[in-house]
């Protein structure tokens, strides 16, 4: 003997329909879940950009102030070795006036120049 199917009536079909979800309201429950999760992406990504950017001024301000430091810390350094190099412009051109001079003073002295 063949068992018989059980049937589902009409009532039993609208009482599973309000306990369980259905295949629309799954869809509607996940597109709702993708836009929740779309608005938190885009307030994560603002906030994140936001920051970045006050990672990178605080990386600009600290390259700024090292760099500062640092022209702070060689100018000194450079206005002595400026000065050097006028000195030693100076002290060459003296030194040949003299070395002219001792040249002219041995010639006149009839004593060997040194060349």
């Known amino acids: 003997m063949r068992k018989k199917k ?3 009536t009409e009532s039993d079909l609208d009482l599973l329909s309000s306990k369980f ?3 629309d ?16 992406l885009v307030r994560q990504t603002i906030r994140l950009e936001g920051k970045a950017m006050e ?15 640092f022209l702070n810390e060689i100018d000194p350094v450079l206005k002595e ?5 006028e000195e030693r412009k100076i002290l060459a051109i003296k030194f040949s006036e003299h070395t002219d001079q001792l ?3 041995n010639k006149h002295l009839g004593l060997p120049t040194q060349n």
């Open 25 to 40: 309201d799954l869809k509607k429950l996940g597109a709702g879940v993708v836009s929740e999760v779309n608005k938190l």
């Open 21 to 23: 979800a259905t295949k």
């Open 103 to 105: 040249e002219k003073i």
């Open 81 to 85: 070795v400026t000065a050097s190099r």
């Open 55 to 69: 990672l990178e001024d605080k990386f600009e301000k600290k390259v700024t102030d090292l760099k500062s430091d």
């Open 6 to 8: 059980p049937i589902l």
